[in-house]
């Protein structure tokens, strides 16, 4: 039996983790964390009998406890909250799917305290990755990706780099988002609705909005970088718009190896949870005798900008991915607000990346530091926020 910590329980990963947890009965959840929804909380806490939930304030906190007196479970919040799921002392593995930076020191809690880490939140990486992965090596610990681009990535080199070879390029696939093939002048006045109808997966807000923007696929990119030990000129980003091909690995010698299914986030979760086997998972499958073609194309990085800049930012290193991810961060929220136009992400990206004070070899202290940096350089800067 393999015990499960889940921070973010409510969101998109969060609830299809929960869902293979249902099918696969060598998992068991021991504790949870959510933000602000406790209605949907307090029927996983009824199903699932956590021995530990956090949410994001005491106000939710004893509002949860008044709807579930019944069920004697503590109740934690806030950050320290977080932290005490992240480190619940049964947990032999934590999923880290909340979003955003918040998930960072839980994470490097969790490290801290001999967890492995099913990975969903990319800010850990993108903003600390110079810090998360010598600590997890340093701690023995795993760190296994749950993103579907990098889970690919990670079957593609299953039995690869035991024998030390080479990755020539890794081909990172993106289906393009809801506006793949649009230009600039296209883009005006496209709204969150519009941004919201992704071609291929179901996603959270925040996430579909950073496909619509290719922000994600550069946010991917980082996170490629740390996960497998590779130099960003190593790293290829590929429209692929069927998203059967999740992403791919080309070795030296020319081979290319890929991974493939359909469009299903609890595949990956799963194999991050059962790795190195494969369980049992309801399901579609692949039709090959259906399946027509498959399309590629480069990325317009004129169009969409906010992924070159996180190419940018991360051979920049130092703070300059925190700076692109809180920029993104507070831009995406105000164009869900309906407060700026889905052209003004990327020039809020770029201003910020040109304005907030750059440093070397940032700390934890130094990352979130930045993060408020951002946040009173907008607050300043922007009336809409």
Request: proline letters at 4%; hydrophobic letters at 40%.
């Amino acid at each position: 039996m393999k015990y499960l910590s889940i921070i973010g329980s409510t969101g998109s990963i969060g609830t299809q983790t929960l869902s293979v947890v249902r099918e696969c009965k060598d998992l068991k959840v021991c504790a949870l964390s959510a933000g602000s929804n406790i209605e949907l909380l307090e029927k996983q806490m009824r199903e699932f009998k956590p021995e530990l939930v956090s949410v994001s304030t005491d106000e939710l906190a004893n509002e949860l406890k008044n709807r579930t007196k019944d069920l004697s479970i503590p109740i934690h919040y806030g950050n320290e909250g977080l932290i005490d799921v992240a480190c619940f002392k049964k947990a032999d593995t934590v999923v880290t799917a909340i979003v955003g930076m918040v998930g960072i020191v839980p994470t490097i809690e969790a490290i801290k305290a001999g967890k492995d880490i099913a990975l969903a939140n990319k800010e850990t990486l993108v903003c600390a990755g110079h810090i998360i992965m010598p600590l997890a090596k340093k701690q023995n610990v795993s760190i296994l990706p749950v993103d579907s681009e990098h889970s690919a990535i990670f079957q593609c080199l299953n039995g690869e780099k035991e024998h030390d070879n080479e990755i020539d390029k890794i081909l990172l696939t993106a289906s393009g988002g809801p506006f793949r093939g649009k230009k600039i002048s296209d883009l005006k006045g496209v709204t969150a609705k519009d941004a919201l109808k992704h071609p291929s997966w179901s996603m959270g807000k925040k996430v579909t909005i950073d496909s619509s923007t290719l922000v994600n696929k550069g946010l991917e990119v980082m996170e490629a970088r740390w996960l497998f030990d590779v130099s960003v000129d190593k790293i290829q980003v590929v429209i692929h718009p069927q998203s059967v091909i999740h992403s791919m690995v080309q070795y030296v010698d020319g081979a290319v190896i890929a991974q493939l299914g359909v469009p299903d986030m609890r595949l990956p979760i799963q194999y991050a949870l059962t790795y190195p086997a494969r369980k049992p998972l309801s399901g579609d499958r692949l039709d090959f005798s259906t399946l027509k073609h498959l399309d590629f194309e480069e990325p317009d990085l004129d169009t969409f900008k906010g992924l070159k800049f996180a190419v940018e930012s991360l051979k920049k290193g130092g703070n300059m991915p925190t700076i692109l991810n809180a920029a993104n961060e507070n831009a995406v929220a105000l164009f869900l607000k309906d407060k700026i136009e889905f052209l003004d992400i990327a020039d809020i990206i770029e201003d910020c990346m040109n304005n907030i004070k750059f440093a070397e070899n940032p700390d934890v202290l130094a990352i979130l530091d930045t993060r408020n940096e951002v946040d009173e350089y907008m607050k300043g800067r922007y009336p809409a926020w």
